[in-house]
């Protein structure tokens, strides 16, 4: 398996489901802090429903449709970045991440996604990557602007979350800005 240092004792390594055991560790440590704005708790509840959403993106990524990475913080594994959507034809993608409470404020969601945004863009040829994020989720919102997204606009009250209807900002970036944009930023 393959790991890429994200610097201070970082790592950014696929996540599987033969890792379903620790993911849920993960989850369990970070479940309210990761469920206020992200659905992940929610759909991992138990080693069955994890193991079954790692496989969901074991899938994603041998149909070249998704992907799934682990942020290890000291070897302990701390938070993630994916593709949701990876769309090859269309050259589109949405990026996102989570990360648990106590590796907050490090920068590991920043270097991480732009790792994998760089290897899009690069490697794969993706023209445009998207950044779904609620509208109170002050932390992901910066990473978009750390990252030199545009936000292109807000679908009000489109996504009900937990009873309450959220408002999704789009960030996104070009590959034609990519370059440019990613310079100097942390």
Known sequence: MFAI???DGAELRPLEPWQAEEFLAHIDRGREYIGVHVGLPDVTADLESARSWLQGYADKAAADAGRLYGIWLDGLLVGGVLFRIFDVRLGNC???CWLEPDAVG???VTRAARVIIDWAI???GMHRVEWLVSSENTASINVARRLGMTREGALRENHPYRGVRQTTEVWAVLASEWPVRTTGTR
Do not use: V
């Open 106 to 108: 490090r920068g590991l």
């Open 122 to 124: 690069r490697e794969r």
């Open 94 to 96: 949405e990026a996102g």
């Open 5 to 7: 240092s994200l610097g």
